[in-house]
C-alpha cells in the first residue's frame, strides 16, 4: 500500500503566505513525478505544480512568481510554498506522485485525501 498524507492548510488573509506538505510511505520503489492540485467548490481538479525526480518544475500560470515547489532530503516528500495569497487561491489541495512500488513494473498516479486552503480576511 502506498499512502500521501498532506499538511499545512488552514486559513490565511490575503497577501499571506502557506507551506504545504506531502509525505508519501508504504512499500514505494521509486517516485518520479510529484505534484500538487487543487479544486475549487464546483470546479474541476488543476493542476497547481509538479516537479520531476531531477528538479525540473512545472506549474500553473495563475501561481508563476507566487509560489515555489520543492522536494526533500528524502524525496518521498514535496513542498509547496504559497506566498502573496489571493481569494481566488481558496481551494482543497491534493498531493499527487507517481508511484512504483516494490515488485511492480510500472509507475501508477497516488493522491492525498486534501487540505482545505482558505485565503480571506
Known amino acids: 500500500q502506498v499512502q500521501l498524507v498532506e499538511s499545512g492548510g488552514g486559513l490565511v488573509q490575503p497577501g499571506g503566505s502557506l507551506r504545504l506538505s506531502c509525505a508519501a510511505s508504504?512499500?514505494?520503489?521509486?517516485?518520479?513525478?510529484m505534484g500538487w492540485y487543487r479544486q475549487a467548490p464546483g470546479k474541476q481538479r488543476d493542476l497547481v505544480a509538479t516537479i520531476t525526480d531531477d528538479g525540473s518544475t512545472n506549474f500553473a500560470n495563475s501561481v508563476k512568481g507566487r509560489f515555489t515547489i520543492s522536494r526533500g532530503n528524502v524525496k518521498n516528500t514535496v513542498y509547496l510554498q504559497m506566498n502573496s495569497l489571493k481569494p481566488d487561491d481558496t481551494a482543497v489541495y491534493y498531493c499527487n506522485a507517481g508511484v512504483r512500488r516494490l515488485g511492480y513494473g510500472r509507475y501508477l498516479d497516488y493522491w492525498g485525501q486534501g487540505t482545505q486552503v482558505t485565503v480571506s480576511s
Open positions: 508504504g512499500d514505494i520503489f521509486s517516485i518520479d513525478v
